[in-house]
């Protein structure tokens, strides 16, 4: 038998009580502690390694074993949370119907448009590289595995954590063309096409 366990079900059967937060006030210090990085290990520690570390058993045990350790991190971490909520409360300032406009065209149009064509653009530049044609698959070739062709070589763009799935039918002798995704684009392999 299998039983799912919430946090706050978890916090509730050890006796542990968590705070109270305003509305949306979780969800927004959350999303400044990722920009701001406020909780990463060069911060507060590595905190599997920590936990690992401690002998004791309760929750108080716990924090007066891990302050002793690391004196000045929830100190750092509130600092650099709270200097990034300040950025983005400046933000929000400027935000107005003209941006959010803007924000959802860019994202519904573009974007939209952009990651369904993508496939497009890495076949065109494997073509441009290699000086040779390209063209998408039809659908009977998408059926078989086949993204579309470079020059006569049938090819499928797959994300790189693809790689440690199974392979594409060898006897169809698809080549495969590997992304992943970087700040602001994609790193393309064509190692198999060249």
Known sequence: MKVKFSISEIQ???DIESPEFPKYAAPLI??????????????VGQMSELIQQFTGKS???WENWYLEKKPDAIKNATEKILQMLK???????KIDQKI?????RDLVIVKTFVGLRFQ?????????????????????E??????????????????RTYEAKAALPEHIGIKIVYYRKIDKGIEVDYGEIF
């Not at 959350?30 to 911060?43: K, M, V, W």
């Open 12 to 14: 509730r059967y050890l």
């Open 30 to 43: 959350n999303l400044a502690n990722q920009y701001a990085q406020g909780t990463r290990p060069r911060i």
């Open 59 to 61: 929750l108080n045990e």
């Open 87 to 93: 950025n983005l409360k400046n933000s929000m300032d």
């Open 100 to 104: 959010v406009e803007q924000w959802v």
């Open 120 to 140: 497009e653009a890495i076949l065109k530049k494997g073509a441009e590289i290699i000086g040779t044609s390209y063209r998408l698959s039809e659908p009977d």
């Open 142 to 159: 998408e059926s078989k595995g086949i993204d579309g062709y470079i020059g006569d070589v049938p090819v499928s763009i797959k994300p």
